[in-house]
């Protein structure tokens, strides 16, 4: 039988054992109680499988509270299969199963969903990335490179018309990619739809003159039926990238985007720490960003290589891999989304962005990375992809600032980040 | 100017003023950069502010891993306010914006949102319960004292007749409530259209024998389109209860359901864990049940006291007050939900269930505490009663079971669970 399989990291007061046990019996057939109706040819068709136990480690407290003491906590991994049949296909109830209740199980005193194997029958009511990087690069007509993007910024408070001459300057510059902060939706000080006149005005016009087609990532997060109207709005502006933030409209919210979305869909992950932060507790990027290329994703945010935030490098780097993998284990389409790096980038991280993949399909986002550059932005973006060049032609990049200007200014003007160690995949 | 005020435990290596500076910079006008449109005015206008701060206390090491160090980490609590014209009345964005980036800033090595006040203004575009303790009861004829209820067990792998034979024995058991698990949705082995038929065909016949009303709370979570037909399935079928995963479908889901439910909305809660169990990451549920109620939910699940969770006491008693609560600080509807019990929960927790309330408003759920009583679950169902009328009559359990046989054989069947410290709000 078809099965899913999740991999957690548990710590347990009556031991990993023990601990697999309380989540394979909470979230399948397992009762406390003593219910007749549970036979053994129920549990072994629909109960939860212990597959693989391994121990890393004791402890003699435990990481978390918890109502179950011990002399001693052990810590391991733990991977868990189900039936598909207790759940079909549908994320919703994966979810509430594999992330449930398990979370507050009084045997775990640490608990992490670090992965889960999906077969690609999901592939069969969860349609996956409408445009992935090469739709994407499509839809502005071919490009090389990574997509060079950048953010409004202030990230709120500005008016419509404000936004737009932010947009016509940067369109100037010679940007790929614009999107707007998340804090910025549809605030009464700045609406979606005036905002949407305005900047896609800008950008109509920019094409018309230039002939080169900009994406602007306007933030229609909102309530369901208002997302689907704020789609029709982006269609009538000539608009063609709704950005959704999706731990602030749930899984369903993206997948509903996606149901009716003639576009591609820029996924942002705002509060994503929350799951990501604690070692004991939370779900890892590994896990949502299969989810979430299930319900519709096109672009992902994978935070930045020396970012602003705390997230290690080695994380982001394997987050950015992750979403070009392919997300069944046992083949069916492959669903690759576009990694977005953004948060405190420069010249700097370029190279090791596209190290880490192995190749330019991703967006790369920079705020002063551009804006600050001293011959302005247009020097800015140009800088950027002459980092780029140099990254896929495997020259240093201090060399290529000898023949490259904007290259060069920009490495005497922005600080030399200290990057975190990044394995090899 | 109308604002939030979201409240936070904190804790910083730079201390917990700049600590709630980055969460105010970060998620309002703030950027890491020389943005000249960043002015004075829209910083005004728009900016987040510190409204107060609470030293609670230091540590030598950081509580989270964090890439920012110090030689000593502050603790407390932050209180912080931002203009409802950054984001309106929307739940998503606000979501975004009181629970987005600030959980991975570096300046912060633990940061709990603990709650959020609300302004009546956001009644306007948020509905809030549409039933409500009131009208559950009025749905079933009215009702006096708390409703007993029961989950079917187990919690996958039954067939919709074997459902519907649980349903049999416990609606003549004179049970008020029953519910799906979380885990059993739209299983290929139990498809919610033929659970819906065959149930209700049941509990139809029941209402017309015996003029008693049972409500079965369905498991509809689901994709939104999906979740719409369940709630025309359920029309068609005469059941009046669509049950939500709340965490499963993500806000918007919720509130997707409302939009378009004629019924009353039971909120399931899985994987609530995952934002209550570290006390240094995470969001509680006086935040989340207001932002649940906003968007509709009637009933709102809470735990047990003494229940198997690793949850304790005082918060389960607290989290069951706050559904009870006022939604806004300043007056406008009060959007009451009834708060549900369950886990664990036998004749022994119900005085306290309702003592912790004052008043019978509530959905008291058992398993093992009805089906397991010597003289079967009617006598479970009854003993219950029992309890939740002496507890209503100030009488002691102990006295009034002397006249009173099931509760006096449940009483000699149960273990008398150790309740943890509540304190009185």
């Known amino acids: 039988m078809t099965r899913v399989t999740a991999t957690y990291e548990i710590e347990s007061p009556a031991g990993i054992a023990r601990g697999a046990e309380a ?15 549970e036979t053994d040819a129920l549990r072994a068709r629909h109960g939860a499988r212990i597959e ?5 480690g004791t402890s003699d407290r435990p990481a978390l509270p918890c109502r179950t003491t011990g002399d001693s906590y052990e810590r391991g991994v733990a991977r868990i299969s189900w039936p598909i049949e207790n759940f079909g296909t549908q994320l919703p109830t994966l979810l509430a199963t594999v992330a449930g209740n398990l979370f507050e199980l009084a045997d775990l005193s640490a608990v992490r969903l670090t992965d889960l194997d999906l077969p690609k029958v999901f592939a069969a009511t969860n349609p996956g990335p409408q445009f992935g990087a090469r739709g994407t690069k499509q839809a502005i007509g ?22 737009a001459e932010l947009v016509r300057e ?10 707007d902060d998340e804090l910025q939706a549809n605030g009464p000080h ?5 905002r949407v006149a305005a900047v896609q005005r800008v950008l109509n016009d920019h094409e018309d003159k230039t002939g080169r087609r900009v994406i602007y990532a306007y933030n229609i997060t909102d309530e369901i039926d208002q997302m689907w109207r704020n789609l029709d709005l982006l269609a009538e502006h000539g608009a063609f990238c709704p950005m959704v933030c999706v731990n602030a409209v749930g899984l369903s919210g993206l997948r ?15 509060g994503w720490g929350l799951y990501s932060r604690s070692p004991d507790i939370g779900i890892s990027f590994q896990v949502w960003q299969k989810l979430w290329r ?13 970012s602003k935030f705390t997230e290690e490098d080695r994380i982001v780097a394997s987050s950015a891999r992750s979403v070009q993998a392919p997300v069944f284990t046992d083949g069916g389409p492959e669903y690759v989304a576009m990694p977005v790096y953004s948060s405190a980038q420069t010249i700097w991280q370029i190279a090791p962005a596209q190290a880490v993949l192995g190749n330019d399909d991703f967006i790369y986002c920079a705020g002063g990375g551009i804006q600050g550059h001293p011959d302005g932005p247009g020097a800015g973006v140009t800088a950027l992809r002459q980092a780029a060049d140099a990254a896929r032609d ?30 090899l995949d």
């Open 23 to 37: 989540i394979a019996g909470e979230q399948s057939t397992g009762t406390f109680g003593n219910v007749p109706l």
């Open 52 to 56: 693989e136990l391994t121990v890393t």
């Open 142 to 163: 071919g490009h090389d490179g990574p997509l060079i993007g950048t953010i409004i910024k202030p990230c709120v408070g500005l008016t419509p018309e404000a936004t």
């Open 170 to 179: 940067m369109a100037e510059a010679g940007i790929d990619f614009i999107k």
């Open 190 to 194: 700045n609406p979606l739809a005036a």
């Open 256 to 270: 509903a985007v996606r149901e009716r979305s003639p576009f591609m869909i820029h996924g942002h992950r705002a």
């Open 294 to 306: 299930l319900a519709g994703a096109d672009h992902l945010h994978v935070n930045g290589l020396a």
């Open 394 to 423: 495997g020259i240093p990049v201090d060399r290529y600032a000898d023949t490259h200007r904007a290259l060069r200014v920009a490495m005497e003007t922005y600080k030399r980040p200290i990057l975190g160690e990044i394995p």
